[in-house]
């Protein structure tokens, strides 16, 4: 190979001329953005807050401090509801297996009834029917909640 020179370009920003003639101007912008979250501001722009309104800073803290007091008591709140309404679920679903244990008991009841005095057909239609539709709803109860477990996703609570 031969000892020739390899000519490579390099992407560089040209430099800018020292004066121009024509007295135009050249700008260069720079653009800054900041972010934060939550409700204080970083140091820094609280700082500014407080230099151009003294005491501003202490307020902005109690502010934040205050909507965090808000927002945990409502937090609490939902978890107190959340728990009362399963509380009351808990009792609903007691007193309708009580209801249907009634309802079960009193049908066989009835059926054995009206089948010893003399009617045995009559007597298993009513046992039967009794039981059957109270076995139908408790299938078609379960059913029902396990769709709805499904169909609705877990409850979260935001915290920011």
Not at 55 to 66: H, N, T, V, Y
Request: hydrophobic share 35%; charged share 25%; net charge positive.
């Amino acid at each position: 190979m031969g000892k020739g020179k390899r000519n490579r370009k390099k992407n560089a920003v040209p430099a800018l001329p020292k004066e121009k003639k024509d007295n135009s101007v050249i700008a260069n912008t720079k653009f800054v953005a900041e972010q934060f979250h939550g409700p204080i501001p970083p140091p820094s722009i609280l700082n500014e807050y407080e230099k151009l309104l003294p005491g501003s800073a202490d307020r902005i803290l109690s502010m934040a401090e205050k909507e965090t007091q808000h927002r945990h008591k409502m937090e609490t709140k939902a978890i107190d509801a959340e728990i009362e309404g399963l509380k009351n679920e808990a009792s609903d679903t007691k007193r309708g297996q009580c209801f249907g244990l009634f309802i079960g008991v009193t049908a066989i009841i009835s059926g054995a009834y009206t089948s010893v005095h003399g009617y045995p057909w009559s007597g298993t239609f009513i046992g039967a029917g009794g039981v059957a539709g109270l076995v139908s709803a408790f299938i078609a109860g379960r059913k029902s909640d396990a769709s709805h477990d499904r169909a609705e996703p877990p409850k979260q609570i935001d915290t920011t």
